[in-house]
């Protein structure tokens, strides 16, 4: 592997002798420009999981465990190995000194997510023996990765004073960020005063999001699959609704999309009626070249791996050697609206997607180990936080 500043076991697990009885198999899968994908089985809890360790220049892999029924292995595959290539584009942006990787686990979270099941996980995630770091993902909470460190201290984001938390706001924060980047650029101000911003998926990062965008004076349009949730958020800031497959077609000044990934295609492109997209999902587009064929249509996208590093950038905080500093985080994640306006800059002189600019810069720095790990990572929490 590319990276060498990989901690060595955790001298203070404290293992029930679980682990012993647990039957893990470990499968390697060749994956062409991955540096290690695995799928990962343990009979007794039913562990079916893929960690995927697209690139470690920069340092050790780091990137969330989503949680998901995936109707085949194939289709948690793609989603692995999507993921976890996005994550090393997304750290070597935002310069935290980690690489890209990312795990899945398939299972139904609500009713196959047992303490055994997250148990099996970490003990896996400690063989790798701190290539990988896992954290929260969709179908994972951070209550979930406190379970996980029960087996491994390769962990962040626990809800511990140690640790950085939920990365939740701290994504809703940069993806603010993110959207007053592109009003800037579309209209000279970054004010969101009276901005038309319809919003897709109000969870974990769209729920805060919202609030910071009401309270900036923009008009919102709202989406949500939960029809509870959607009334709720929608009573609360006086907003519009609109039913999940009108969503993406609203006339509006931004579309945030914070919800699945691949919604920008060849389907939904041409009846976009925004005038910029700036979201927190992952893996907005179904394609790479569909950055081009938004630019083609005159829409203003903010590189997904770019406007939602926010979360990225809290969690790494935790493992500087001098321990989590909220505000440190904070501070990193507002010049996410900088370096967002940066791209788009060398994207016009380029006469390329905002998308092909970030990407390029991203290889950049990795070709050449800007911003490359220097030293290795801090793991201030403990089994029992
Ligand atoms: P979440 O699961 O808490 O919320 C997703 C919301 O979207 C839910 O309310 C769900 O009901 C809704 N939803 C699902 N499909 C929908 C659809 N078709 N139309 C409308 N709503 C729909 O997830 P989250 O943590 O808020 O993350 C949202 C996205 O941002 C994901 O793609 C995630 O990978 C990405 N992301 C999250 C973080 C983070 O810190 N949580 C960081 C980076 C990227």
Not at 19 to 38: P, Q, T, W
Not at 181 to 192: D, F, G, P
Not at 321 to 348: C, F, P, Q, S, W
Request: net charge negative.
């Amino acid at each position: 592997m590319g990276n060498q500043l990989l901690e060595s076991p955790n001298k203070q697990l404290n293992l029930t002798g679980e682990e012993s009885h647990m039957n893990l198999r470990f499968e390697d899968i060749a994956v062409d420009g991955y540096e290690k994908v695995v799928k990962v089985t343990e009979s007794s809890s039913g562990l079916v999981a893929i960690i995927a360790i697209h690139n470690t220049v920069l340092g050790p892999a780091l990137g969330g465990t989503r949680i998901q029924p995936y109707a085949t292995f194939e289709a948690a595959l793609e989603d692995a190995l999507r993921l976890s290539k996005g994550m090393t584009y997304k750290s070597a942006i935002a310069e935290v000194g980690f690489g890209g990787g990312k795990s899945v686990i398939i299972a139904d979270p609500k009713t196959q997510k047992t303490r055994e099941l997250l148990r099996a996980f970490g003990a896996a995630v400690e063989k790798l023996n701190g290539a990988y770091i896992c954290a929260e993902d969709m179908g994972c909470t951070t209550e979930d990765v406190k379970t996980i460190r029960q087996m491994t201290k390769y962990v962040v984001g626990l809800p511990h004073e140690k640790s950085s938390g939920d990365p939740g706001p701290f994504t809703a924060w940069g993806t603010l960020r993110g959207i007053q980047s592109v009003v800037k650029q579309l209209y000279s101000s970054e004010s969101l005063e009276g901005k038309k911003i319809a919003v897709q998926g109000l969870g974990n990062v769209g729920s805060c999001l919202i609030d910071h965008l009401f309270w900036a004076g923009a008009e919102l349009i709202l989406s949500d699959i939960d029809p509870v949730r959607l009334q709720k958020y929608a009573a609360k800031y006086h907003a519009k609704t609109a039913p999940i497959d009108q969503i993406l077609k609203v006339e509006c000044d931004v579309l945030v999309p914070c919800a699945a990934g691949g919604i920008i295609n060849d389907q939904t492109i041409p009846e976009l009626r925004c005038k910029a997209i700036a979201g927190c999902s992952n893996n907005q587009l179904l394609r790479d070249n569909h950055a081009q064929v938004l630019r083609d249509r005159g829409i203003l996208y903010a590189p997904d791996f770019v406007i939602n590093a926010g979360g990225l950038l809290n969690v790494a905080q935790e493992l500087e050697e001098d321990g989590y500093k909220a505000k440190v985080a904070r501070d990193k994640i507002h010049n996410i609206y900088d370096t967002l306006l940066a791209i788009y800059e060398i994207a016009d002189k380029n006469n390329e997607s905002t998308h092909e600019a970030a990407l390029s810069l991203a290889e950049y720095r990795i070709k050449y180990s800007v911003g490359k790990r220097q030293v290795p990572p801090t793991f201030h929490h403990s089994a029992e936080s």
